[in-house]
């Protein structure tokens, strides 16, 4: 009999094991799952700010180039056309300030947000 108990503790032992590599496993997996969308999410949120920075980049770009040229014609014209340049730089610059000023606030703000700690909590009580 005591053979018999003995097979039947062993089998019990490895029931447990084997139920604890898979429960392990599945963690392992729920983790890996969890950073990839966390990555995937933050990533979007950067490629958003980095389109804004390059957008407000061009638009003060152009600013520079209207600024200049509205110089050159000022300068030939005895001023109108310089304060037409001048109006159109600053609408630019105005522009391009706004939307470069959006584009680093997105990039200061990659770490944690409210929608992705609730996210996360939500994960961690199923």
Not at 105 to 111: P, T
Not at 114 to 124: K, L, N, S, T, V
């Amino acid at each position: 009999m005591d053979a018999g108990g003995e097979d039947r503790q062993e089998e019990s032992i490895g029931e447990l094991i084997g139920r604890l590599v898979e429960d392990g496993r599945a963690y392992a997996e729920a983790e890996v799952k969890l950073v990839k969308a966390i990555a995937e999410y933050r990533a979007q949120r950067a490629g958003r700010a980095l389109a804004l920075l390059g957008a407000g980049a061009v638009l003060l770009l152009s600013a520079v180039t209207a600024l200049v040229l509205g110089a050159v014609t000022g300068l030939a014209r005895y001023m109108n056309p310089f304060l037409a340049g001048l109006l159109v730089a600053a609408l630019l610059a105005a522009a391009g300030y706004v939307l470069i000023r959006l584009g680093t606030a997105g990039l200061k703000g990659l770490g944690r947000d409210p929608a992705e700690q609730a996210a996360i909590d939500r994960g961690a009580e199923r």
